[in-house]
């Protein structure tokens, strides 16, 4: 029971910095393109991929379960916006966007598989 605590207190606080970050790029970037929702799911990517491997069996730090699920499960799901990321892909495209809602899903997929694999690399090169 008390990892399902870990996983709210986790995702009330990525789903805090979720929507902060998005209104500073929103703000800053304007809100023709998603860019707070590709930003936060780069990071996001970056945050599980660096912890996963920095954390695992075979990293530097062994961290118990319920960090790594308070972490992965909570904060990176309540930060990551793969929904949003969704929804707005949709609305470009129901808009004739075309050109922006393909560049959100080539951008979103290519970073984030790079990001994720960068965190990785990141925390592999830690645990030597």
Known sequence: MITYLWVAIGGALGSTARYWLSGLVASACGETFPWGTLIINILGSLVIGFFYTFTGPDGRVIAPSD???????????????????????????????????GMNIVLSVVLCLLFVWLGHMLAVSLNK
């Not at 790594?68 to 969704?86: D, Q």
């Open 67 to 101: 960090i790594r699920v308070f972490v992965m499960v909570g904060i990176c799901g309540g930060f990551t916006t793969f929904s949003s990321f969704s929804l707005q892909t949709l609305n470009l495209a129901r808009d004739g966007d075309f050109l922006r809602a």
